[in-house]
């Protein structure tokens, strides 16, 4: 039958009790199996780990921008491994490391969720954040209707402007529309 239909018998259960077959043209169920497993490969993530390093004296404008790649790393989905270096004198005081990776949590705010807790790791302290990805969803959702609402309000404004014009237009006096001073 299947040499008939110029077409190829394919056994899809050889260890069923009769086996069973298909008839099929094997190439083109070849090539579209290749595109299936190309396409869930394309759709996959690959999460990988950033560093951003921290100094317990950092000063704000450093902070604010390594703020801006933590936030950035973590918007597009990466792990993010803060580090905070410390040298000398200042492994005495532990305390000022924890409080400028609690502002690091705190600067990023519900985006990200702390994925291992803050520790001592020789003359380094480190915590991971990882991206929460319901939260970010969410912020696009608000995001997106305060959007709407300011372009309906922009809309509603520029309706109300353009009535107002037309009104004043005529009530205005024929010399001052002509434009001949």
């Known amino acids: ?9 394919v056994e899809v259960a050889p ?8 008839i099929m043209d094997y190439g083109k169920f070849r090539y579209e199996e290749a595109q299936k497993a190309k396409e869930a490969r394309r759709k996959t993530t690959h999460v990988t780990v950033k560093e951003v390093k921290f100094r317990p004296k ?25 580090t ?4 000398g004198r200042e492994m005495a005081h532990p305390e000022l490391g924890r409080k400028i990776l ?3 949590i705190e600067a990023a705010g519900p985006i ?3 994925e291992n ?3 001592m790791e020789g003359r380094s302290m480190s915590l991971v954040l990882s991206p929460d990805k319901q939260a970010q969803e969410a912020l696009k959702k608000a995001a997106e209707e305060a959007e709407k609402k300011a ?6 404004a520029d309706a109300v402007d353009s009535t107002e014009a037309v009104e004043s237009a005529d009530e205005a006096p024929p010399e001052a529309v002509s434009g001949d001073e």
């Open 102 to 104: 609690d502002n690091v």
């Open 58 to 82: 950092i000063g704000k404008g450093d902070f604010d921008t390594k703020m801006r790649h933590l936030i950035e790393f973590i918007e597009d989905g990466h792990k993010v491994k803060v």
């Open 15 to 22: 260890m069923a009790n009769p086996p069973v077959c298909r």
């Open 117 to 119: 807790q803050a520790r």
């Open 84 to 87: 905070l270096q410390f040298r």
């Open 1 to 9: 039958m299947a040499r008939g239909l110029d077409l190829d018998l």
């Open 112 to 114: 990200a969720k702390v």
């Open 151 to 156: 372009a309906a309000e922009a809309s509603a």
